[in-house]
């Protein structure tokens, strides 16, 4: 169990609303991320963190926007719903080892814009 | 920039064949990882295997082997003796060392065990 958890688990939004994922992690790792999952794209990074206070942008990070004010909780904020944002978003976390990374996933959010 | 590359969008197979799902990628890095996920029906990601670049020995764990080709780019994962729990979509995925652990995935395939 890697403790990632995500909120809410299932949305339903109409559009213009804003909207705020989160994610919380109860194992102190520096490296946080967004991925949200679309047929026929797999998963595409949104935003990743690399510490408190420090983001930046993935290849599809446009209408999102990210915050992390403590190590455990990485918030993804869509300012303004729009359709093309249904969507389920994954949160994960990079876990190390001597063996290298790897990235472990929350449960995932379910977001329907309507 | 990276692709991660899966041909196959939906593999049907009777419980006990084998079955092999291939992988194909692109980098320009000479140091990265490869990994499998899967995803079954009830949603979540499970982490499966992560290959390093220099390492390309091929690795066996139970019914599920995975042969790592440097040369052809590829990293093509079987199971033996499929079984109906083996259902789900599986994703390759590519990490550049030292960029984070931004993974690029492929675009999954969809693999179907039936009785």
């Known amino acids: 169990d890697a403790g990632i958890t995500q909120s809410p688990r299932h949305k339903v939004t109409e559009t213009g609303t804003p909207v705020t994922l989160r994610c919380h992690q109860t194992e102190n790792h520096r490296y946080m991320y967004w991925y949200r999952q679309d047929p026929g794209h797999g998963l595409r990074l949104i935003h990743y963190?690399?510490?408190?206070?420090?983001?930046d942008k993935g290849e599809v990070s446009d209408g999102y926007s990210v915050s992390r004010s403590k190590t455990e909780d990485f918030l993804l904020t869509l300012e303004s719903a729009t359709s093309s944002q249904t969507s389920v978003y994954f949160c994960a976390i990079s876990e190390s080892s001597g063996l290298g990374e790897k990235l472990l996933f929350g449960s995932g959010t379910q977001l329907s814009v309507l | 920039a990276q692709k991660v590359t899966q041909a196959q969008t939906e593999i049907s197979v009777v419980e006990k064949e084998d079955v092999t799902l291939d992988c194909v990628y692109e980098t320009r890095d000479t140091t990265y990882y490869l990994f499998w996920y899967k995803q079954p029906p009830s949603g979540e990601l499970v982490f499966l295997i992560r290959r390093n670049s220099f390492d390309e020995q091929n690795e066996i764990s139970g019914r599920y082997s995975w042969n790592f080709q440097k040369s052809t780019s590829s990293f093509n994962f079987t199971i033996t003796a499929s079984q109906v729990v083996d259902s789900a979509v599986y994703f390759c995925?590519?990490?550049?060392?030292?960029?984070?652990?931004?993974?690029?995935f492929g675009t999954g395939t969809r693999l179907q065990v039936t009785l």
């Open positions: 963190s690399y510490g408190v206070k420090d983001t």
């Open positions: 995925a590519l990490i550049r060392t030292g960029t984070a652990s931004k993974l690029t």
